[in-house]
Protein backbone atom coordinates (compact mmCIF):
# COMPACT_ATOMS: atom_id res chain seq x y z
CA UNK A 1 0.00 0.00 0.00
CA UNK A 2 3.12 2.23 1.01
CA UNK A 3 4.39 1.76 -2.96
CA UNK A 4 1.13 2.65 -4.38
CA UNK A 5 0.72 5.73 -2.62
CA UNK A 6 4.25 6.87 -3.19
CA UNK A 7 3.56 5.55 -7.42
CA UNK A 8 0.66 8.74 -7.08
CA UNK A 9 2.42 11.05 -5.54
CA UNK A 10 5.05 11.10 -7.86
CA UNK A 11 3.57 12.61 -11.20
CA UNK A 12 2.30 15.15 -9.28
CA UNK A 13 5.40 16.61 -7.60
CA UNK A 14 7.06 18.01 -11.18
CA UNK A 15 4.00 20.33 -11.40
CA UNK A 16 4.68 22.96 -9.10
CA UNK A 17 7.78 23.26 -10.00
CA UNK A 18 6.92 23.63 -13.93
CA UNK A 19 4.43 26.66 -12.41
CA UNK A 20 6.53 29.45 -12.06
CA UNK A 21 8.94 28.87 -14.96
CA UNK A 22 6.84 30.84 -17.56
CA UNK A 23 5.52 33.25 -15.52
CA UNK A 24 8.13 35.86 -15.91
CA UNK A 25 8.70 34.66 -19.73
CA UNK A 26 6.07 37.28 -21.29
CA UNK A 27 6.92 39.90 -18.94
CA UNK A 28 10.75 39.81 -20.43
CA UNK A 29 9.01 39.28 -23.99
CA UNK A 30 6.37 42.22 -23.65
CA UNK A 31 9.57 44.49 -21.91
CA UNK A 32 11.72 43.07 -24.75
CA UNK A 33 8.70 43.91 -27.59
CA UNK A 34 7.93 47.39 -26.33
CA UNK A 35 11.85 48.27 -26.29
CA UNK A 36 12.05 46.96 -29.82
CA UNK A 37 9.40 49.28 -31.04
CA UNK A 38 10.72 52.14 -29.22
CA UNK A 39 14.08 52.01 -30.37
CA UNK A 40 12.74 51.09 -34.45
CA UNK A 41 10.44 54.58 -33.94
CA UNK A 42 13.79 56.20 -32.83
CA UNK A 43 15.22 55.13 -35.93
CA UNK A 44 12.65 56.15 -38.28
CA UNK A 45 12.73 59.35 -36.28
CA UNK A 46 16.84 59.94 -36.73
CA UNK A 47 16.50 58.60 -39.87
CA UNK A 48 14.82 61.57 -41.48
CA UNK A 49 16.63 64.40 -40.32
CA UNK A 50 18.18 65.74 -43.28
CA UNK A 51 17.57 69.93 -42.72
CA UNK A 52 19.02 69.96 -45.87
CA UNK A 53 16.60 67.90 -48.17
CA UNK A 54 13.72 70.64 -48.72
CA UNK A 55 16.74 72.88 -50.48
CA UNK A 56 18.36 70.53 -52.82
CA UNK A 57 16.90 71.90 -55.84
CA UNK A 58 17.39 75.78 -54.71
CA UNK A 59 20.74 74.09 -54.09
CA UNK A 60 21.82 72.78 -57.33
CA UNK A 61 20.49 76.44 -58.86
CA UNK A 62 22.42 78.09 -56.90
CA UNK A 63 25.79 79.62 -57.57
CA UNK A 64 27.76 76.75 -55.45
CA UNK A 65 26.76 74.09 -58.05
CA UNK A 66 25.34 76.45 -60.84
CA UNK A 67 23.22 73.87 -62.77
CA UNK A 68 20.42 75.61 -65.43
CA UNK A 69 17.17 75.23 -64.61
CA UNK A 70 16.80 72.88 -67.48
CA UNK A 71 19.69 70.15 -66.28
CA UNK A 72 17.74 70.08 -63.36
CA UNK A 73 14.31 69.83 -64.95
CA UNK A 74 14.78 67.27 -67.93
CA UNK A 75 18.35 65.82 -66.60
CA UNK A 76 18.42 65.16 -63.50
CA UNK A 77 15.53 64.84 -61.67
CA UNK A 78 13.31 62.52 -63.91
CA UNK A 79 15.96 59.95 -62.61
CA UNK A 80 14.82 59.85 -59.47
CA UNK A 81 11.17 59.10 -60.39
CA UNK A 82 12.06 56.41 -62.72
CA UNK A 83 14.42 55.02 -61.24
CA UNK A 84 12.69 54.57 -57.98
CA UNK A 85 9.63 53.10 -60.39
CA UNK A 86 12.30 50.43 -61.45
CA UNK A 87 13.85 49.28 -58.04
CA UNK A 88 10.28 49.37 -56.13
CA UNK A 89 9.38 45.82 -56.55
CA UNK A 90 12.81 43.95 -56.23
CA UNK A 91 13.72 46.19 -53.14
CA UNK A 92 10.75 44.71 -51.78
CA UNK A 93 11.40 40.79 -52.59
CA UNK A 94 14.79 41.61 -50.90
CA UNK A 95 13.62 43.21 -48.03
CA UNK A 96 11.64 40.47 -46.63
CA UNK A 97 13.92 37.79 -48.26
CA UNK A 98 16.97 39.53 -46.21
CA UNK A 99 15.20 40.10 -43.43
CA UNK A 100 14.99 43.78 -43.50
CA UNK A 101 17.62 44.85 -41.45
CA UNK A 102 20.63 44.74 -44.43
CA UNK A 103 18.00 46.56 -46.30
CA UNK A 104 17.90 49.37 -43.94
CA UNK A 105 22.17 49.44 -43.70
CA UNK A 106 21.70 49.61 -47.62
CA UNK A 107 19.51 52.54 -47.27
CA UNK A 108 21.98 54.56 -44.77
CA UNK A 109 24.84 54.00 -46.90
CA UNK A 110 23.07 55.14 -49.77
CA UNK A 111 21.99 58.19 -48.25
CA UNK A 112 25.56 58.95 -47.02
CA UNK A 113 26.49 58.42 -50.99
CA UNK A 114 23.13 60.61 -52.03
CA UNK A 115 24.91 63.36 -49.49
CA UNK A 116 28.50 62.78 -50.35
CA UNK A 117 27.57 63.19 -54.52
CA UNK A 118 25.54 66.73 -53.89
CA UNK A 119 28.97 68.15 -51.77
CA UNK A 120 31.17 67.16 -54.23
CA UNK A 121 29.45 66.11 -57.07
CA UNK A 122 30.37 68.65 -60.10
CA UNK A 123 28.61 67.28 -63.19
CA UNK A 124 25.23 66.34 -64.12
CA UNK A 125 26.62 62.72 -64.57
CA UNK A 126 27.54 62.86 -60.61
CA UNK A 127 23.49 64.21 -60.13
CA UNK A 128 22.20 61.53 -61.86
CA UNK A 129 23.63 58.81 -59.87
CA UNK A 130 22.50 60.87 -57.08
CA UNK A 131 19.09 60.98 -57.88
CA UNK A 132 19.63 57.06 -58.52
CA UNK A 133 20.82 56.60 -55.17
CA UNK A 134 18.07 58.89 -53.66
CA UNK A 135 15.33 55.88 -55.44
CA UNK A 136 17.43 53.14 -53.71
CA UNK A 137 16.48 55.14 -50.26
CA UNK A 138 12.66 55.60 -51.36
CA UNK A 139 12.41 52.04 -52.03
CA UNK A 140 14.56 51.13 -49.49
CA UNK A 141 11.28 52.70 -47.07
CA UNK A 142 9.24 49.16 -47.02
CA UNK A 143 12.05 47.68 -44.67
CA UNK A 144 11.03 49.95 -42.04
CA UNK A 145 7.74 49.95 -42.96
CA UNK A 146 7.58 46.00 -42.65
CA UNK A 147 10.05 45.67 -39.86
CA UNK A 148 7.88 46.57 -37.41
CA UNK A 149 5.36 43.84 -38.63
CA UNK A 150 8.10 41.12 -37.50
CA UNK A 151 7.59 42.37 -33.64
CA UNK A 152 3.61 42.69 -33.12
CA UNK A 153 0.39 40.25 -33.79
CA UNK A 154 -1.84 40.95 -37.02
CA UNK A 155 -4.35 42.41 -34.92
CA UNK A 156 -2.00 45.43 -34.15
CA UNK A 157 -0.89 45.85 -37.83
CA UNK A 158 -2.68 48.92 -38.57
CA UNK A 159 -2.32 50.63 -35.23
CA UNK A 160 1.73 49.98 -35.57
CA UNK A 161 2.10 51.09 -38.88
CA UNK A 162 0.52 54.56 -37.25
CA UNK A 163 2.75 54.60 -34.85
CA UNK A 164 6.25 53.88 -37.23
CA UNK A 165 4.67 56.18 -39.89
CA UNK A 166 4.13 59.03 -37.60
CA UNK A 167 7.67 58.46 -35.80
CA UNK A 168 9.21 59.17 -39.36
CA UNK A 169 6.79 61.87 -40.58
CA UNK A 170 7.57 63.78 -36.84
CA UNK A 171 11.14 63.54 -38.06
CA UNK A 172 10.57 64.97 -41.64
CA UNK A 173 8.74 67.86 -39.50
CA UNK A 174 11.76 68.80 -37.45
CA UNK A 175 14.04 68.12 -39.82
CA UNK A 176 12.02 70.61 -42.02
CA UNK A 177 11.65 73.37 -39.32
CA UNK A 178 15.37 72.86 -38.36
CA UNK A 179 16.56 73.26 -41.92
CA UNK A 180 14.18 76.67 -42.42
CA UNK A 181 15.12 78.36 -38.59
CA UNK A 182 18.85 77.89 -39.68
CA UNK A 183 18.62 79.73 -43.46
CA UNK A 184 16.24 81.88 -42.36
CA UNK A 185 17.12 83.33 -38.65
CA UNK A 186 20.88 81.46 -39.11
CA UNK A 187 21.34 82.66 -42.52
CA UNK A 188 23.48 79.46 -42.83
CA UNK A 189 24.09 78.66 -46.33
CA UNK A 190 22.50 75.46 -48.38
CA UNK A 191 26.31 73.62 -48.47
CA UNK A 192 26.73 73.89 -44.70
CA UNK A 193 23.15 72.76 -44.23
CA UNK A 194 24.20 69.51 -46.56
CA UNK A 195 26.90 69.10 -44.11
CA UNK A 196 24.62 68.87 -41.18
CA UNK A 197 22.53 66.68 -42.69
CA UNK A 198 25.25 64.29 -44.05
CA UNK A 199 26.51 64.20 -40.03
CA UNK A 200 23.16 63.45 -38.79
CA UNK A 201 22.53 60.39 -42.04
CA UNK A 202 26.06 59.03 -40.73
CA UNK A 203 24.50 58.74 -37.03
CA UNK A 204 21.36 57.06 -38.30
CA UNK A 205 23.57 54.12 -40.35
CA UNK A 206 24.88 53.47 -37.13
CA UNK A 207 21.60 53.27 -35.41
CA UNK A 208 20.67 50.76 -37.95
CA UNK A 209 23.92 48.79 -37.30
CA UNK A 210 22.47 48.23 -33.35
CA UNK A 211 18.42 47.07 -35.15
CA UNK A 212 17.79 43.38 -34.45
CA UNK A 213 17.44 40.95 -37.20
CA UNK A 214 14.48 39.00 -36.82
CA UNK A 215 14.70 35.36 -37.56
CA UNK A 216 11.84 35.04 -39.41
CA UNK A 217 9.61 37.34 -41.73
CA UNK A 218 6.58 37.38 -43.69
CA UNK A 219 6.93 35.41 -46.38
CA UNK A 220 10.07 33.87 -47.46
CA UNK A 221 11.99 33.33 -44.01
CA UNK A 222 10.50 29.88 -42.18
CA UNK A 223 11.58 28.29 -38.98
CA UNK A 224 13.80 25.23 -39.24
CA UNK A 225 12.40 21.59 -40.29
CA UNK A 226 11.95 18.94 -38.25
CA UNK A 227 12.24 15.46 -39.36
CA UNK A 228 12.18 16.12 -43.02
CA UNK A 229 8.89 17.34 -42.81
CA UNK A 230 8.17 21.66 -44.01
CA UNK A 231 8.48 24.46 -42.51
CA UNK A 232 5.45 26.60 -41.84
CA UNK A 233 5.96 30.16 -43.01
CA UNK A 234 5.94 32.80 -40.44
CA UNK A 235 1.83 33.36 -41.80
CA UNK A 236 0.98 29.92 -40.67
CA UNK A 237 2.17 31.06 -37.09
CA UNK A 238 0.39 34.63 -37.11
CA UNK A 239 -3.42 33.04 -38.70
CA UNK A 240 -2.96 29.13 -38.38
CA UNK A 241 -6.26 28.13 -40.10
CA UNK A 242 -8.74 25.21 -38.37
CA UNK A 243 -7.11 21.80 -39.04
CA UNK A 244 -4.00 23.12 -40.34
CA UNK A 245 -1.28 20.41 -40.14
CA UNK A 246 1.96 21.38 -38.80
CA UNK A 247 3.84 20.60 -41.29
CA UNK A 248 3.48 18.44 -44.76
CA UNK A 249 5.95 16.27 -46.98
CA UNK A 250 8.50 17.89 -49.20
CA UNK A 251 8.06 15.94 -52.12
CA UNK A 252 11.90 14.72 -52.95
CA UNK A 253 11.98 14.69 -56.66
CA UNK A 254 14.61 16.67 -58.45
CA UNK A 255 11.31 18.79 -59.93
CA UNK A 256 10.94 20.12 -56.46
CA UNK A 257 14.34 20.94 -56.07
CA UNK A 258 14.75 23.82 -58.88
CA UNK A 259 10.97 24.89 -57.42
CA UNK A 260 12.52 25.91 -54.40
CA UNK A 261 15.37 27.61 -55.81
CA UNK A 262 15.28 31.02 -54.73
CA UNK A 263 14.32 32.90 -57.58
CA UNK A 264 11.46 30.47 -58.39
CA UNK A 265 10.15 31.06 -54.77
CA UNK A 266 10.45 34.80 -55.26
CA UNK A 267 8.41 34.94 -58.35
CA UNK A 268 5.79 32.54 -56.63
CA UNK A 269 5.65 34.61 -53.58
CA UNK A 270 5.20 37.20 -55.82
CA UNK A 271 2.63 35.83 -57.97
CA UNK A 272 0.45 34.46 -55.13
CA UNK A 273 0.45 37.84 -53.43
CA UNK A 274 -1.06 39.30 -56.56
CA UNK A 275 -4.14 36.84 -56.84
CA UNK A 276 -5.65 38.35 -53.42
CA UNK A 277 -7.78 41.23 -54.65
CA UNK A 278 -7.05 43.38 -51.43
CA UNK A 279 -3.58 43.24 -51.89
CA UNK A 280 -3.51 43.72 -55.48
CA UNK A 281 -5.14 47.13 -55.13
CA UNK A 282 -3.44 48.42 -52.82
CA UNK A 283 -0.27 47.81 -54.29
CA UNK A 284 -1.22 49.16 -57.82
CA UNK A 285 -2.12 52.12 -55.51
CA UNK A 286 0.94 52.44 -53.58
CA UNK A 287 3.29 51.95 -56.80
CA UNK A 288 1.05 54.03 -59.08
CA UNK A 289 0.11 56.84 -56.79
CA UNK A 290 3.78 57.05 -55.16
CA UNK A 291 5.53 57.78 -58.26
CA UNK A 292 3.10 60.24 -58.66
CA UNK A 293 3.52 61.66 -55.91
CA UNK A 294 6.84 61.84 -55.74
CA UNK A 295 7.01 63.54 -59.25
CA UNK A 296 4.87 66.33 -57.47
CA UNK A 297 6.96 66.52 -54.41
CA UNK A 298 10.18 66.88 -55.93
CA UNK A 299 8.79 69.00 -59.33
CA UNK A 300 6.77 71.22 -57.09
CA UNK A 301 10.28 73.48 -55.73
CA UNK A 302 11.03 74.06 -59.61
CA UNK A 303 7.14 75.31 -59.71
CA UNK A 304 7.74 77.05 -56.92
CA UNK A 305 10.84 79.09 -58.27
CA UNK A 306 8.93 79.60 -61.59
CA UNK A 307 5.81 81.25 -59.52
CA UNK A 308 8.07 83.42 -56.65
CA UNK A 309 11.30 83.61 -58.39
CA UNK A 310 13.68 85.20 -55.30
CA UNK A 311 17.54 85.45 -55.24
CA UNK A 312 17.55 85.86 -51.52
CA UNK A 313 17.65 82.49 -49.90
CA UNK A 314 16.07 83.87 -46.10
CA UNK A 315 13.19 84.10 -48.21
CA UNK A 316 13.21 80.52 -49.28
CA UNK A 317 9.99 78.95 -47.77
CA UNK A 318 10.50 75.43 -48.93
CA UNK A 319 11.27 73.92 -45.15
CA UNK A 320 8.25 75.56 -43.79
CA UNK A 321 6.12 74.28 -46.69
CA UNK A 322 7.49 70.98 -46.04
CA UNK A 323 7.22 71.08 -42.25
CA UNK A 324 3.28 71.97 -42.48
CA UNK A 325 2.50 69.52 -44.41
CA UNK A 326 4.41 66.65 -42.96
CA UNK A 327 2.77 67.70 -40.04
CA UNK A 328 -0.31 67.59 -41.23
CA UNK A 329 0.57 64.00 -42.53
CA UNK A 330 2.04 62.73 -39.53
CA UNK A 331 -1.19 63.95 -37.78
CA UNK A 332 -3.50 62.07 -40.87
CA UNK A 333 -1.30 58.87 -40.14
CA UNK A 334 -1.70 58.64 -37.14
CA UNK A 335 -5.14 58.87 -37.15
CA UNK A 336 -5.56 56.35 -39.89
CA UNK A 337 -4.42 53.95 -37.51
CA UNK A 338 -7.55 54.28 -35.34
CA UNK A 339 -10.53 54.19 -38.32
CA UNK A 340 -12.40 51.27 -38.20
CA UNK A 341 -13.60 51.03 -41.75
CA UNK A 342 -14.73 47.73 -43.61
CA UNK A 343 -11.87 48.20 -45.89
CA UNK A 344 -12.20 45.20 -48.24
CA UNK A 345 -15.62 47.02 -49.12
CA UNK A 346 -14.95 50.72 -49.08
CA UNK A 347 -11.12 50.65 -50.44
CA UNK A 348 -12.08 51.21 -54.07
CA UNK A 349 -14.46 54.17 -52.81
CA UNK A 350 -11.82 56.11 -50.68
CA UNK A 351 -9.31 55.55 -52.95
CA UNK A 352 -10.60 56.84 -56.12
CA UNK A 353 -12.21 60.01 -53.91
CA UNK A 354 -8.59 60.39 -52.33
CA UNK A 355 -6.95 60.16 -55.86
CA UNK A 356 -9.34 62.29 -57.77
CA UNK A 357 -9.12 65.56 -54.60
CA UNK A 358 -4.89 64.90 -55.41
CA UNK A 359 -5.52 65.91 -59.05
CA UNK A 360 -7.31 68.55 -58.35
CA UNK A 361 -5.10 70.11 -55.97
CA UNK A 362 -2.70 69.43 -58.76
CA UNK A 363 -4.89 71.16 -61.41
CA UNK A 364 -4.85 74.12 -58.87
CA UNK A 365 -1.17 74.36 -58.12
CA UNK A 366 -0.48 74.50 -62.20
CA UNK A 367 -3.20 77.06 -62.61
CA UNK A 368 -2.28 79.41 -59.92
CA UNK A 369 -0.12 82.05 -59.76
CA UNK A 370 0.14 82.96 -56.25
CA UNK A 371 2.83 81.44 -54.40
CA UNK A 372 0.75 81.22 -50.67
CA UNK A 373 -2.02 79.54 -52.50
CA UNK A 374 -0.18 76.91 -54.34
CA UNK A 375 2.04 76.17 -51.04
CA UNK A 376 -1.33 75.50 -49.38
CA UNK A 377 -2.40 73.23 -52.24
CA UNK A 378 0.59 71.44 -52.01
CA UNK A 379 0.04 70.85 -48.39
CA UNK A 380 -3.40 69.30 -48.50
CA UNK A 381 -2.14 67.07 -51.33
CA UNK A 382 0.75 65.55 -49.18
CA UNK A 383 -1.52 65.37 -46.25
CA UNK A 384 -4.34 62.83 -48.45
CA UNK A 385 -1.73 60.78 -49.16
CA UNK A 386 0.15 60.28 -45.85
CA UNK A 387 -3.45 59.04 -44.49
CA UNK A 388 -3.72 56.03 -47.00
CA UNK A 389 -0.45 54.94 -46.72
CA UNK A 390 0.01 53.23 -43.53
CA UNK A 391 -3.91 51.66 -44.17
CA UNK A 392 -2.26 50.50 -47.15
CA UNK A 393 0.82 48.69 -45.16
CA UNK A 394 -1.69 46.95 -42.40
CA UNK A 395 -4.43 46.53 -45.01
CA UNK A 396 -2.16 44.57 -47.85
CA UNK A 397 0.19 43.09 -44.69
CA UNK A 398 -3.59 41.44 -43.45
CA UNK A 399 -4.23 40.58 -46.97
CA UNK A 400 -1.53 37.85 -47.08
CA UNK A 401 -2.23 36.79 -43.25
CA UNK A 402 -5.90 36.28 -43.32
CA UNK A 403 -4.42 34.04 -47.12
CA UNK A 404 -3.31 30.50 -46.75
CA UNK A 405 0.13 30.08 -46.04
CA UNK A 406 2.68 30.25 -48.66
CA UNK A 407 4.44 27.19 -49.70
CA UNK A 408 7.73 25.74 -49.38
CA UNK A 409 7.01 23.94 -52.43
CA UNK A 410 4.68 24.75 -55.57
CA UNK A 411 2.84 21.79 -55.80
CA UNK A 412 1.32 22.82 -51.73
CA UNK A 413 -0.70 25.78 -53.13
CA UNK A 414 -2.68 23.81 -56.11
CA UNK A 415 -5.25 23.22 -54.04
CA UNK A 416 -7.68 25.26 -52.31
CA UNK A 417 -4.98 28.34 -52.09
CA UNK A 418 -4.40 27.96 -55.77
CA UNK A 419 -7.72 28.49 -56.77
CA UNK A 420 -8.87 31.28 -54.52
Not at 232 to 239: I, T, V
Request: proline share 6%; glycine share 8%; net charge positive.
Amino acid sequence: MASSSQRVEKPVSPEPQAEPGPEPGPGRELQSWQWLVFYLCFYGFMSQMRPGESFITPYLLSPAKNFTKKQVTNEITPVLSYSYLAVLVPMFLLTDYLRYKPVLLLQGLSYIAVWLLLLFGDSVLHMQFMEFFYSLTMAARIAYSSYIFSLVRPAQYQRMAGYSRSAVLLGVFTSSVLGQLLVTVGKFSFTTLNYISLAFLTFSLILAMFLKRPKRSLFFNRSEPAHGEASPSELDKMHPGPGQPAGRKLCGTPLAGWRDWILMRMLWELGASLRLPQLRLWSLWWVFNSAGYYLIVFYVHILWNDIDPTKDTTKVYNGGVDAASTLLGAITAFTAGFVKVQWALWAKLIIGAVTAVQAGLIFLMHKTGSIWLCYMAFVLFRGFYQFLVPIAISSSTLGTSCCCPLPTSWELCWGPCGTS
